[in-house]
């Protein structure tokens, strides 16, 4: 199991395995603040769960991708706190709110249809992946377009990029 979730990152890219992953983390939510029976929140537990569980791995790998080296480790770091941010909220609100936890899951329900609004718009294919990929200048565009750099730099990364492939091998 551990190696299923990078295999699905490595075929389909980051953004993409994003894409997917708010679907059962959004139905996983609707389940367990609509009609709710045990049956329903556990299966609703376990999507959001495993949902969750995806999200962080791959949304850790995307930042690690997209960022400059500079900033890297301080935005790995800062998505890391993010995500226990959110969680500590998320239980924050079903404490003060244990009359309406309900309500609760349906707040958090919208959080992964605004994420997969955000992605769609706003966040390009990984460069690494796509260089994975042989897709060159698809991933000189999304170096261009995360970075805002220029032709020139995005070509210099997508080098290091490359190298950093041909060392692995």
């Known amino acids: ?11 389909y890219g980051h953004r993409t395995a994003l894409l997917v992953i708010t679907i ?3 139905i996983g ?3 367990i603040s609509f009609q709710p029976s045990f049956e329903r929140v556990c299966m609703g537990r376990f999507a959001t769960g495993i949902s969750t569980g995806f999200a962080s791995t791959s949304s850790t790998v995307y930042v690690a991708e997209m960022a400059d080296v500079t900033m890297r480790g301080f ?3 800062g998505s890391s706190i993010a995500i226990s941010v959110g969680i500590t909220i998320v239980y924050s609100l079903g404490y003060l709110l244990q009359e309406n936890w309900q309500l609760v899951a349906v707040i958090c329900a919208i959080f992964p249809i605004i994420s997969f609004i955000l992605i769609s718009i706003f966040l390009p ?5 796509l260089a994975g990929k042989k897709r ?3 991933a ?3 170096l261009q377009r995360i970075r805002n750099c220029s032709t020139e730099e995005a070509e210099d990364a997508l080098e290091e990029i490359n190298q950093r492939f ?4």
């Open 136 to 138: 060159f200048s698809d």
């Open 125 to 129: 294919e990984s460069p690494v992946w």
């Open 1 to 11: 199991m551990q190696n299923y979730p990078r295999s699905l990152f490595l075929v």
């Open 24 to 26: 059962p983390l959004t």
């Open 29 to 31: 939510w609707i389940l």
């Open 166 to 169: 041909n060392s692995s091998k």
């Open 140 to 142: 000189k565009k999304s």
């Open 75 to 77: 935005l790995i770091v």
